[in-house]
Nanobody
């Protein structure tokens, strides 16, 4: 069992930055593939970025060059640095971990981009 707790969401103006954090517990973090997803009102949940246990990253086209995912295995934490935010980035952001056959989700953190 893996527990995931997100933090770092909030209200930011267009062009601003935020860093989301997701702290994991309950398993060997370095073995867990981690990802960030988001869900805007009326839309399906979508992949934002993911990072494998070995550090390989993948990004949605809409965030390439603006967002960066990273992980600190010593702190059992994955981060999502979000720059040049725009109103279309407004959503609930969820952390996801995959360990073996188990898929785990955090509770989500709201990101609102508005002037």
């Amino acid at each position: 069992q893996v527990q995931l707790v997100e933090s770092g969401g909030g209200l930011v103006q267009p062009g601003g930055s935020l860093r989301l954090s997701c702290a994991a517990s309950g398993s060997i973090f370095s073995d867990i593939a981690m990802g960030w997803y988001r869900q805007a009102p009326g839309k399906e949940r979508e992949l934002v970025a993911r990072i494998s246990s070995g550090g390989t990253t993948k990004y949605a086209d809409s965030v390439k060059g603006r967002f960066a995912i990273s992980r600190d295995n010593a702190k059992n934490t994955v981060y999502l640095q979000m720059n040049s935010l725009n109103p279309e980035d407004t959503a609930v952001y969820y952390c996801r971990g995959v360990a073996g056959i188990g898929v785990y989700w955090g509770q989500g953190t709201q990101v609102t981009v508005s002037s």
